[in-house]
């Protein structure tokens, strides 16, 4: 069965602190890697893609990084403010196009 | 520019009730995504189409399950005879091009089964 592993499921820090969330996966033959954010009662936005060749993305204080072979994947979140605060969902691709969704790590970032 | 638009944004039907949902893709955007996010549950794909072609159908829950779209643009998903467990969440998703691409997603549409 595919799955997605998110750890940790919940994570609470001060505000400025760097943090990192980890995402793992069963299948090495991914087309690509997604992280998204869900902030309440809204749909999910896009941060990262990372397509099977890559080994990592970045936007702005957002990296993201893939390990095919040990089926990883970390998102690093740089001087986190409390704006960041949402659920942060790592997605793989499989080579039929269907997203697999991990469970979730909510993230609550205190001022 | 306008994103993914779903309607209705809230639905509350009667068991045995059928229910229509309804996406509004990026404009331009070639493909198309749904998904349902039950409580409890994570994020779970139902169906994706490429232009009006949906290659593949076998994520969608059951045959009271269906979905199509028109003119490249508009879907719609339809639940026949809905149950309970049909209580979820349902988000829509396109993207410009190839399904590798970024996917933009809608508010969603809740619905609930009563």
């Known amino acids: 069965k595919q799955e997605v592993t998110q750890i940790p499921a919940a994570l609470s820090v001060p505000e400025g602190e760097n943090l990192v969330l980890n995402c793992s996966f069963t299948?090495?033959?991914?087309?690509?890697l997604q992280w998204f954010r869900q902030d309440p009662g809204k749909g999910l936005t896009s941060l990262l893609l990372?397509?099977?060749?890559?080994r990592e993305q970045t936007s702005g204080r957002l990296n993201a990084s893939l390990d095919k072979s040990s089926g990883r994947s970390t998102l690093y979140i740089a001087a986190s403010q409390p704006g960041d605060s949402a659920t942060y969902l790592c997605a793989w691709m499989d080579s039929s196009y269907k997203l697999i969704f991990g469970s979730g790590t909510r993230l609550l970032v205190r001022p | 520019g306008a994103g993914v638009s779903q309607s209705p944004s809230n639905k509350v039907t009667e068991k045995g009730k059928d229910v229509e949902l309804r996406c509004d893709p990026i404009s331009g955007h070639t493909a198309l995504y749904w998904y349902r996010q039950s409580l409890g549950q994570g994020l779970e794909f139902l169906i994706y189409f490429q232009g009006n072609s949906a290659p593949d159908k076998s994520g969608l829950p059951s045959d009271r399950f269906s979905a199509e779209r028109t003119g490249g643009s508009v879907s719609t998903l339809t639940i026949q005879r809905t149950q309970q467990e049909d209580s979820a969440v349902y988000l829509c998703?396109?993207?410009?091009?190839?399904?590798?691409?970024?996917?933009?997603f809608g508010p969603g549409t809740r619905l609930l089964v009563l």
């Open positions: 998703a396109s993207s410009l091009g190839g399904p590798g691409e970024t996917q933009y």
């Open positions: 299948d090495s033959a991914i087309y690509n």
């Open positions: 990372i397509q099977s060749s890559q």
